[in-house]
């Protein structure tokens, strides 16, 4: 029987990418939207970091005088920062409301009560309650983008 | 320090976040309480700075807000490896950013509130 093997083709080794593992996780089959939602959670977070540097750089000219604020100032009145404020501003609304989702599930109140995994195993532990306010967050990103639009980039 | 330790300093990180992000918004005219161009004219800017408590706030949330972004960070980090020497170089990395952003903020609103 041991005969009738004559090779075995050693695996074929993937890169690793990291950054594309955590993109194919998140779109990978079965979706559903808690994955997708943290996927976004984490993408909003690193961009919000980036921003807390460039913010903190930012005002710190507030210290150098008037004429050094009023400059960076002029500098940031374009279009593009306008649109850069307003990702933000959208960013920040649906992180925080999708993180008190996450902390709520971590903490664990929201998470549903375990039962056997049947078909079309739906993860049990995503309760109907987590759920709407994954749902809720979408819905105040969306206002947030309108209030933002109107304030920022009318 | 240890890891229940950080996620715990985490956790109220992100309560006093969730609030100090409110203020700063609704501070700076997101929720129409204040004209938004005007948070930004210089002399307003340095009214905020020399008053206890919003120069309290701003500093509440540059530290927590740090703190949170950066330890977000640092999971990210480790989830993608992992390894004694990649565990410390991802912490003293992430700490190290974090005195250098926390230390620039508080200069600013030192030498802000001081006039200096």
Redesign the interface.
């Known amino acids: 029987m041991a005969d009738a093997i004559v090779s075995v083709e050693p695996a074929r080794k993937r890169r690793k990418s990291?950054v594309g593992d955590q993109v194919r996780w998140a779109f990978w089959r079965p979706m559903n939207l808690e994955k997708l939602a943290l996927f976004v959670q984490?993408i909003s977070?690193?961009a919000?970091?980036v921003y807390?540097?460039f913010h903190?750089?930012v005002?710190?000219t507030?210290?150098g005088g008037?004429s050094m604020?009023?400059g960076i100032?002029a500098t940031l009145e374009n279009p593009l920062a306008h649109f850069g404020e307003f990702l933000v501003?959208v960013g920040?609304i649906f992180h925080?409301v999708n993180?008190?989702r996450i902390?709520l599930l971590e903490?664990s109140p929201l998470v549903g009560t375990p039962s056997r995994p049947d078909y079309p195993y739906k993860v049990q532990s995503l309760g109907r309650g987590q759920r709407s306010i994954l749902y809720l967050s979408a819905v105040m990103t969306a206002l947030a983008a309108i209030?933002?639009g109107f304030?920022?980039l009318w | 320090m240890r890891e229940s330790t950080l996620q715990l300093v985490n956790y109220v990180m992100i309560a006093v976040l969730l609030l100090t992000v409110l203020l700063h918004l609704a501070s700076h005219g997101f929720f129409g309480f204040v004209d938004y161009r005007g948070s930004l004219v210089y002399s307003d800017v340095v009214t905020r700075y020399r008053q206890v408590v919003p120069a309290l706030l701003l500093t509440v949330l540059l530290i927590s807000a740090s703190f949170h972004g950066l330890y977000g960070l640092r999971n990210i980090l480790l989830e993608f490896r992992s390894g004694p020497v990649w565990d410390k170089a991802v912490s003293y990395g992430v700490l190290a950013a974090g005195i250098v952003l926390v230390g620039w903020g508080l200069r600013t609103v030192a030498l802000t509130a001081t006039g200096g």
Do not use: I
């Open positions: 990291p984490r977070g690193l919000l970091l807390l540097f903190v750089f005002t710190s507030v210290a008037p604020w009023e100032m501003f920040v925080g993180g008190v902390l903490l209030s933002a304030l920022l």
